[in-house]
């Protein structure tokens, strides 16, 4: 039973439907944390923050919704670049789900220093 599962989870990791399903996670993670922990209005707050000057940009609470968003638009053209070039060469797929997937990271991880911010 064990080593059937193992093998099922292998399969599906090989297919690279997993990463796709993580990436997906991530920004919906990020969609939340935006959503409950900041929670972004019309209000003025910091949209960059550098370690050396401090916040560097000051915007609209509604414009903090531009990170989530633009990692999911990069994820949405990987995916078609996913699908486009699923027949030729598995390393290219391999390529774009891991840049998706380390930019729903970063953008995770961003977003995370911004509330300590905010």
Avoid at 17 to 26: E, H, P
Avoid at 29 to 47: G, S
Avoid at 65 to 90: D, E, G, W
Wanted: aromatic content about 20%.
């Amino acid at each position: 039973m064990f080593k059937t599962f193992i093998k099922t989870l292998f399969n599906y990791v090989k297919t690279f439907w997993f990463l796709w399903f993580l990436t997906i996670i991530i920004n919906i993670i990020t969609f939340f944390i935006v959503y409950f922990k900041i929670n972004p209005r019309d209000e003025t707050i910091a949209l960059k923050y550098n370690i050396f000057t401090g916040v560097e940009w000051y915007g609209r609470g509604l414009n903090l919704y531009l990170l989530p968003l633009s990692a999911l638009i990069i994820t949405i053209l990987n995916f078609i670049l996913f699908k486009r070039l699923k027949k030729y060469q598995n390393f290219l797929n391999f390529l774009t789900i891991f840049t998706s997937l380390v930019v729903g990271l970063i953008i995770l991880s961003a977003t995370l220093l911004l509330i300590r911010v905010n």
